[in-house]
């Protein structure tokens, strides 16, 4: 055998076991997560089926032996967060949401840096958000909604440019809104209600202009709702109820024309409903019960034309209804119980 072919032979012993330890890597980390979350757990027999390939195991895709996908929600898993998680760093998306997972969410986490989708959503899990989850700059959508998760939001949320989807409702999430969430000009979906935020909504939420759905309510923010709500154009869903909002309804609302939900209850507004309401042409559902409100209902009402609900109870009104009401064909209920407004509650079938 010649130098050169004994050379050939030095190299390939030396780069295909590396190779294939780098493809079989994470092969070997399903070995670990199945240890950490599927110990003898019946609903995931594919997990121990020794002629089922891992890659085909139920919830598991691969791209080549790169795992890129994890779903496995619903499952009834109920053990610790597996750390090992951070092992897979091709993953794209990773949903374990409903699996009733416990602790905390582990640093590893930032060694996710392709992932784009991220869906942790009812479970057990507590503390604070890692700093490592802010470094993962792909992710488009990230869903934490109904954990123990506590502690604050940092303003290195900005870092999370690709988001479309932010939902971390029902936590226990505190402080003030960060400034720099308002720089996620691809936002499309925002919701952070049920959590125990305050202060005010940062003037720089004008820049989300791509945003359809906002839901900031049963907080604990104030102030007023700022008059750069009028950017939001494309808005459909507006949900800013249980807070402790003050001041005039801005007249600015009347220019959100793609609106179908505004729900603004439960807040201690002054002043009455301005007359531009009545430029929401495609406004189905309006909340506005215990808001304080006063003065009277503007016949723009009746430019409602595809309201179904109506709830204005609970506040100081001191005039009769509008007769533009009757103007409201597709209006199924009409709530006005204690709003200081003769005619009480109505009803259209």
Same mark, same amino acid.
Not at 81 to 101: D, K, R, T, Y
Not at 194 to 197: D, K, R
């Given at each position: ?6 050379c050939l ?44 390939p ?23 898993l ?49 503390g604070n ?27 290195a949320?900005?870092?999370l440019?690709h ?21 996620l ?8 209600h049920?959590?125990?935020?305050n ?11 791509? %945003?359809?759905? /906002? !839901? +900031? &309510?049963? @907080? #604990?923010?104030? $102030?007023l ?6 950017? =939001?154009? *494309? %808005?459909?869903? /507006? !949900? +800013? &109820?249980? @807070? #402790?909002?003050? $001041? ?7 220019? =959100?024309? *793609?609106l179908?939900? /505004?729900? +603004?209850?439960? @807040? ?11 430029? =929401?042409?495609r406004?189905?559902? /309006?909340? +506005?019960?215990e ?12 430019? =409602? ?5 109506f ?18 064909g ?20």
């Open positions: 055998m010649g130098s050169r072919s004994i032979l030095i190299l390939l012993v030396i780069i295909i076991p590396s190779s294939v330890m780098s493809e079989s890597s994470d092969i070997k980390s399903l070995f670990t997560l199945r240890h950490s979350i599927a110990e003898e757990k019946g609903f995931l027999r594919s997990w121990f089926d020794l002629e089922t891992p890659c085909s195991w139920l919830g598991i895709t691969c791209s080549g032996r790169s795992v890129v996908a994890i779903d496995l929600s619903s499952m009834p109920y053990v610790r967060f597996p750390s090992c998680i951070g092992a897979f760093e091709s993953l794209v998306l990773l949903n374990l949401s409903g699996c009733g997972f416990t602790g905390e969410l582990p640093d590893t986490l930032g060694n996710l840096q392709r992932l784009q989708y991220l869906e942790l959503n009812d479970n057990q899990l507590i958000l890692p700093a490592s989850l802010y470094t993962l700059k792909m992710l488009k959508e990230m869903v934490l909604d109904n954990n123990l998760l506590h502690g604050q939001l940092s303003p949320i900005g870092q440019q988001l479309t989807k932010l939902s971390i409702s029902g936590n226990s999430i505190s402080g003030g809104i960060p400034t720099e969430l308002g720089s000009q691809n936002l499309e979906f925002l919701d952070l049920m959590n125990s935020l202060g005010s909504i940062p003037a720089a939420f004008r820049n989300l202009s791509q %945003l359809l759905h /906002l !839901d +900031l &309510s049963q @907080n #604990n923010l104030s $102030g709702i700022f008059s750069g709500i009028s950017s =939001l154009v *494309n %808005l459909m869903s /507006l !949900d +800013l &109820s249980s @807070n #402790n909002f003050v $001041g005039p309804i801005p007249r600015e609302i009347g220019q =959100l024309e *793609n179908r939900l /505004l729900i +603004l209850g439960q @807040n201690a507004f002054t002043a009455t409903i301005p007359e531009e309401i009545g430029n =929401l042409k406004l189905q559902v /309006l909340l +506005l019960p808001c304080k409100l006063t003065g009277t209902i503007p016949w723009s009402i009746s430019g =409602l034309v595809s309201l179904e609900e709830d204005i109870s609970e506040n100081h009104f001191d005039a009769e209804l509008p007769t533009s009401i009757g103007l409201l597709n209006l199924t209920q009409l709530i006005a119980k204690n709003a200081g407004l003769s005619g009480g509650a109505y009803r259209k079938n």
